[in-house]
């Protein structure tokens, strides 16, 4: 029986890095670290979504797999369902497997081309001990694939004779089929048009009210993780700077980091239309974050002498507000100006 209490948190991660060695090789550049998470913490509860939003190489794939344990942390921990799973063995591991699952963003690249839908799907299921014998597992692969919104038929077909949505209805389909509690999307409607994007994001809130389960959406597309989640993460060079309810993200955000990614967000109501903030430069390289707060080089409001010396802790702002700024008081919520046009 699981330890677990009503009021543990599903998934409740501490301090977590993955820090990783680059270079070192004959002939190529002395070995350098890479922080790719460097010291994140939050918790999760049961049946809810953090989204988890930041430009591509801020880390927060990595830090979802670490997560999962499919990439090695190198600090921190992690406690699901009440245990610390940080230092399980792969054996341990193996039971726990069936509860936390991960949808890619290419479920293509996670199918095998020569397994058919059916024996993928059901593959899942034995491996886990859920089904008891061929016909069992041929109704429970159907009722699966009815439940994601695919045709019977789509048992016998291989994965390159579906379209992208439907290949993600597939990797959501062999994702539930070990009756998961929580699941890693990570960029699960990224490489989907639009109207798709809206009808797999309706799939995993129905799932979600259905089954209870619990999300950590991980993408860089911030209206469509305020359309998935209860709270979010916004996560800069492998940390979190700002995490709120999402309720609270248009009106209450700080960070100049969250600022500019809203105002980078298209509005068609001008009265809610902001102000495009204007970033200077790409996001520095993980190998050498710039020192102090690792926005400071492109932040609109950066105080020398102080962003650029001291690295701001996550504190808490307001009701379940986190941030890292020295200056957060001094912004004014949600943004201070509106764009006249
Ligand atoms: Fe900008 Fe300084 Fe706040 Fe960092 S700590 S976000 S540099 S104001």
């Known amino acids: 029986m699981s330890s677990a209490t009503a009021t543990t948190p599903l998934l409740a991660i501490?301090?977590?890095?993955?820090?990783?060695?680059?270079?070192?090789?004959?002939?190529?550049?002395?070995?350098?670290t890479v922080y790719a998470v460097d010291g994140v913490s939050f918790s999760l509860a049961a049946g809810e979504t953090l989204g988890l939003v930041g430009e591509s190489g801020c880390g927060k794939s990595t830090l979802g797999r670490a997560i999962l344990r499919l990439i090695e942390p190198t600090r921190g921990a992690i406690r699901f369902e009440g245990q610390d799973i940080t230092r399980f063995s792969q054996s341990?591991?193996?039971?726990?497997?069936?509860?936390?699952?991960?949808?890619?963003?290419?479920?293509y690249g996670s199918l095998?081309?020569?397994?058919?839908?059916?024996?993928?799907?059901?593959?899942?299921?034995?491996?886990h001990g859920l089904v008891k014998g061929p016909t069992q597992e041929q109704e429970r692969v159907a009722a699966l694939l009815a439940r994601v919104g695919l045709r019977e038929d789509a048992m016998s077909r291989y994965p390159?004779?579906?379209?992208?949505?439907?290949?993600?209805?597939?990797?959501?389909?062999?994702?539930?089929?070990?009756?998961?509690?929580?699941?890693?999307?990570?960029?699960?409607?990224s490489a989907l048009d639009v109207s798709i994007q809206a009808q797999i994001v309706n799939?995993?809130?129905?799932?979600?009210?259905?089954?209870?389960?619990?999300y950590l959406f991980v993408a860089h597309d911030l209206k469509v993780v305020e359309?998935?989640?209860?709270?979010?993460?916004?996560?800069?060079?492998?940390?979190i700077v700002e995490l709120l309810p999402r309720q609270d993200l248009a009106a209450r955000a700080r960070h100049p980091y969250t600022l500019a990614l809203q105002s980078a967000v298209p509005e068609v109501?001008?009265?809610?239309?902001?102000?495009?903030?204007?970033?200077?430069?790409?996001?520095?390289?993980?190998?050498?974050?710039p020192p102090g707060c690792a926005?400071?080089?492109?932040?609109?409001?950066?105080?020398?002498?102080?962003?650029?010396?001291?690295?701001?802790?996550?504190?808490?702002?307001?009701?379940?507000h986190q941030i890292a700024c020295h200056l957060a008081e001094k912004v004014a919520p949600g943004g201070a100006e509106h764009a006249s046009d």
Not at 114 to 126: D, F, L, Q
Not at 163 to 186: K, N, T
């Open 227 to 239: 359309l998935m989640s209860h709270r979010i993460a916004v996560m800069y060079l492998g940390r």
């Open 92 to 107: 341990e591991l193996r039971p726990l497997r069936r509860r936390m699952q991960i949808v890619f963003q290419d479920p």
């Open 160 to 189: 390159h004779e579906f379209s992208g949505g439907q290949r993600q209805r597939i990797g959501i389909a062999r994702a539930l089929a070990v009756e998961p509690r929580f699941i890693v999307a990570d960029e699960p409607v």
């Open 14 to 32: 501490d301090d977590l890095a993955v820090h990783f060695s680059s270079g070192g090789g004959f002939l190529s550049a002395p070995k350098q």
């Open 295 to 320: 926005f400071h080089p492109r932040c609109p409001i950066a105080e020398k002498g102080l962003c650029d010396r001291e690295r701001p802790v996550l504190r808490e702002l307001g009701p379940r």
């Open 112 to 127: 095998n081309p020569r397994m058919t839908v059916r024996a993928a799907i059901g593959e899942a299921m034995r491996v």
């Open 269 to 289: 109501d001008p009265k809610k239309r902001k102000k495009r903030i204007l970033l200077a430069g790409d996001v520095p390289s993980p190998i050498a974050p």
């Open 203 to 214: 799939l995993l809130l129905d799932l979600q009210d259905e089954l209870g389960l619990s």
